[in-house]
């Protein structure tokens, strides 16, 4: 079975700085996707960015960027000029390509930002 | 287009009593997913619906939990009888499309969530 381990719970960053989240996953499959969620306090989870397991190249979405390192099943999450907004708690998630659509998440990470 | 809705937002029952979740997809959306994530815990996957089909239930808890979506729109959570550790936050989720096999990319448009508490 596939698992996904967030091992900050809490981290914190000052406004305009930069901070990366750590996500590492285990699996025996050789293609799969990897997502970020981000749920703001008292909203609704919302898809901040995804890579697929056969791409080399690190998925990029604005200030979002990941650190894919597949050998090591490590899944990082960089945000770069941290705003007010980034304030959210920060799930990792994993999806095979075969057979189930379910999302494996962990934890969550905790992000604040610190004016 | 709205997003996926759920009601009620919140709810606090007495144990051993029973209640229903709604969850409504984004419209067009064959696939719908139940998940739940207790208090410190991960989030947990529940069961998936393709259309008015089960498709995945490997993750309902128990017999106490019970999913419906007749017509294939909108989805029922019922918990009878509720029991203390069933509390925590219930997500549904939707998606286009139905894959094959091979799954390709569909991403998945969470709803805010209905706080469950049992007492």
């Known amino acids: 079975a596939q698992t996904v381990t967030q091992s900050q719970p809490e981290m914190s960053v000052q406004e305009a700085e930069t901070v990366t989240l750590s996500c590492t996953y285990d699996t025996s499959e050789s293609d799969y996707y990897l997502f970020w969620y981000k749920q703001p306090p008292s909203r609704q989870m919302i898809l901040v960015i995804r890579q697929e397991a056969y791409k080399q190249q690190n998925a990029t979405e604005n200030r979002f960027s990941v650190n894919f390192q597949k050998a090591a099943k490590s899944f990082s999450l960089k945000i770069s000029d941290s705003q007010l907004g980034d304030a959210a708690m920060y799930f990792c998630a994993y999806r095979g390509v075969l057979g189930s659509y379910q999302l494996t998440f962990g934890k969550g990470t905790k992000l604040s930002v610190i004016p | 287009e709205a997003g996926v809705t759920q009601f009620p937002s919140h709810s606090v029952i007495e144990k051993g009593q029973t209640v229903t979740l709604r969850c409504d997809p984004i419209s067009g959306h064959d696939n719908l997913y139940w998940y739940r994530r207790v208090m410190g815990k991960e989030i947990k996957f529940l069961l998936h619906?393709?259309?008015?089909?089960?498709?995945?239930e490997s993750g309902m808890p128990n017999n106490r939990f019970l999913a419906e979506r007749t017509g294939g729109t909108y989805s029922t959570l019922k918990v009878q009888p509720a029991e203390l550790e069933d509390s925590g936050v219930y997500f549904c989720a939707s998606s286009q499309g139905t894959g094959g096999a091979y799954i390709s990319y569909n991403e998945q448009f969470f709803g805010p969530g209905t706080r469950l508490t049992v007492l």
């Open positions: 619906f393709v259309k008015e089909s089960k498709q995945d």
